[in-house]
């Protein structure tokens, strides 16, 4: 990423250089603009981050928008009918794509069991990473902000707080699918219990599969499903 930053940087002096010569130009009467061109591994190294970048948006459009696991529930009981909802805030960034993010089950749609931020990024290998970060303070009074974003208010990155080893990373399966996952045991948890959690993660057009489970020292699952992911899908308004 940096070495394209660079490269970019530099055909941007040349150009504004050129474009300076040429000005000077004119003030005698001759010239035009003539923007020197890309070498053609620069070419190829901004092409690919366009492309990654356009994944990146893709993947984040499937995470974005309001879930259910009401189908899933209606199946077997051992599920609740959760709802999950995710909307973009700061599109202005261009260090990743963030989302606010709530689950909450249908009936006590005013309080959410969990509320956080995801800073979804690509990295040159193409492994799409979700950071996963904290609310400041009490994370109710943003409850339902999915609605309204602007009840963030003055909300910025900074006032976040990152939790470290919790982070998902996704890869690409299949042209409509990404899985991935926690990676190891580095997600501290003390939920009921437990010393570290796992999140499994299935994310597609239709919506995603999210099992999240917390495990003591010994390893022993604590809390969370015991019988697969929660299944949710794309609510259409």
Not at 67 to 83: C, L, N, P, V
Request: proline letters at 5%.
């Amino acid at each position: 990423m940096e070495t394209v930053r660079r490269w970019a940087w530099a055909w941007v002096v040349a150009a504004v250089a050129a474009v300076a010569a040429v000005a000077l130009g004119a003030l005698s009467g001759c010239g035009q603009i003539v923007l020197p061109p890309m070498d053609g591994e620069t070419a190829r190294k901004a092409g690919e981050h366009r492309e990654r970048q356009a994944e990146l948006s893709r993947v984040a459009g499937w995470m974005t928008g309001s879930f259910s696991s009401r189908a899933q529930a209606w199946r077997d009981r051992e599920f609740r009918d959760i709802r999950l909802h995710a909307v973009r805030i700061w599109p202005n960034r261009n260090d990743g794509v963030w989302l606010y993010v709530e689950q909450a089950e249908a009936e006590r749609p005013t309080r959410p069991y969990r509320q956080r931020v995801y800073r979804l990024r690509i990295q040159d290998n193409g492994l799409i990473v979700s950071d996963v970060l904290t609310l400041p303070g009490e994370p109710l009074r943003f409850a339902e902000a999915w609605k309204d974003v602007s009840r963030l208010g003055g909300l910025t990155p900074a006032d976040l707080t990152a939790k470290p080893g919790c982070e998902v990373v996704l890869k690409r399966t299949a042209d409509d699918l990404y899985e991935g996952g926690t990676v190891g045991e580095g997600c501290a948890s003390e939920l009921g219990g437990a010393a570290y959690a796992t999140s499994d993660v299935r994310v597609g057009p239709d919506g995603l599969d999210s099992w999240d489970r917390g495990f003591d020292a010994s390893g022993k699952q604590v809390w969370g499903s015991v019988k697969g992911p929660y299944e949710f899908r794309r609510i259409v308004p």
